[in-house]
């Protein structure tokens, strides 16, 4: 999903917004000859990701500008450990500095939360993973910093799999109730199922105990159990019985995360894993050399 081009036409694109008519700052104080050596350095403990997104910023603000990655995406790191090293002209590596550390700065927050849900539920086997609550245009960017955490990606965006949520079931049940609402469900999954690619993943979100039973009738892949309390996970985990891939999603967080885990759900989707992660504290330590 994240690919050099990918990352280019992103980066590009902030470094454009940042310096459209070029960085009038150091073009008028810095000179044309200073050389600068600067270090990416912690300010806290975490997991650094994004360490090619870094890189590029520099590379696409001037090419003679190098950046050596100290750590590797993943590793865990503590409060002033060196990241990264860049050298190179003294005007690009101040015209590419924000931008390479909102970057990494955002990634490696991202990974750094999700590798402390992964350690809340590591005794348990279950997956973490993030969801569709991402910044526009920066998804592949924020699903690298999930696996970075040790995490798991859910489908990559609306192509990918059939997920059929709260508002599609009202949809297809047209306001039936009780037995009708089941009879209702089960034909309209089990005539989705019929018409899918054998390649095309299915799953299907309830809400309540009763939606249970209809929704796997129909032979589906994956239930995920909304909002669901505790005991009322390890009902359902029951009532499927292996019969599908369980999920749990709603109300999790890093205090309700191992008791949901301990449900006996098999994974745990997380949207506060990219719409509410802190950026880590980076900073980007510069030396200039005039001569």
Known sequence: MLTRAHIDRVVAAALEEDA??????????????????????AREPGVFSGGEVFQAAFRLTDP??????????????????????????????????RIGLNFAQ????????????VAEVAHTGVRIADTRKTTPGLRAFERKAVRDGGGRNH????????????????????GARGDAWGAAITAALRAAKDRLPHTTHLEVEVDRL??????????????????????????????????????????????????????????????????????????????????
């Open 20 to 41: 459209p008519w070029g960085d009038a700052t150091s073009e008028y104080l810095l000179p044309e000859t200073a050389a600068a050596r600067a270090d990416l350095v």
């Open 64 to 97: 003679r500008i190098e950046v050596q990655l100290v750590v590797e995406d993943g590793e865990w790191f503590e409060p002033g450990a060196v990241l990264a090293v860049v050298t190179g002209p003294a005007r690009g590596v101040l015209t590419a500095e």
């Open 106 to 117: 955002r990634m490696s927050g991202i990974a750094t939360l999700t590798g402390r849900y």
């Open 155 to 174: 489908r990559h965006s609306l192509s990918d799999a059939v997920m059929a949520k709260d508002n599609h079931l009202a949809v297809l049940a047209r």
């Open 210 to 291: 009763e939606q249970i039973e209809p929704v796997l009738e129909a032979g589906i892949g994956t239930i995920m159990l909304d909002n669901f309390t505790l005991d009322e996970l390890r009902a359902g985990v029951a009532q499927v019985a292996g019969r599908a891939v369980v999920e749990a999603s709603g109300g999790v967080s890093l205090e309700t995360v191992r008791a949901i885990a301990e449900t006996g759900v098999d994974v745990i989707s997380v949207g506060a894993l990219t719409h509410s992660a802190r950026a880590l504290d980076l900073g980007l330590d510069v030396r200039i050399d005039a001569s």
